[in-house]
């Protein structure tokens, strides 16, 4: 399982925001689509973290490696983007602000967690690739998670 699997979360979350935000009222067809996504992403974001935990629990050797790989290690940065644009769907189309705001709590929380973890890792590991090999557009997560 790749860090970056919360992406699906992610844009899927974006595009209902959109559809929710273009539609003209309930009846429309992009309001379906956005309640439609919406209820995809939390079942989507529940199925990851349970995965997520899982592959700690089972192979966290695997998940270590991951953080230690200048490639993969920003592929965790879309867990924080997830959680913060699901919050975003909470708020705009479910209308549960306390729901939205633990979401965004829990945002922040990884964000900090995440960005010191993977920023001190790849600084102070003795093996470090060449910038051409080490770095790659996946580094943009880093940004986007913030």
């Known amino acids: 399982m ?21 539609a003209s009222d309930w009846g429309s067809a992009l309001e379906w689509v956005a309640r439609l996504l919406f209820y995809f992403n939390i079942t989507a974001y529940i199925v990851l973290w349970v995965l997520t935990l899982q592959r700690i629990a089972r192979h966290r050797d695997r998940v270590v490696a991951d ?19 699901l919050g975003s769907q909470v708020l705009l189309i479910g ?15 990884l964000w900090a967690v995440l960005t010191y973890a993977i ?16 770095i790659n557009g996946g580094w943009l997560l880093a940004v986007v998670a913030a």
């Open 2 to 22: 790749h860090p970056a699997y919360f992406g699906l979360v992610m844009a899927t979350g974006i595009v209902s925001i959109a559809s929710h935000l273009m």
């Open 67 to 85: 953080f230690m790989h200048h490639g993969r290690c920003v592929g965790f940065f879309t867990v924080v983007a997830a959680t913060c644009v």
């Open 95 to 109: 209308g549960n602000w306390r729901a939205a705001t633990v979401l965004w709590l829990l945002g922040i929380c």
């Open 119 to 134: 920023f001190t890792i790849i600084t102070v590991k003795q093996t470090k690739p060449t910038l051409a090999e080490g």
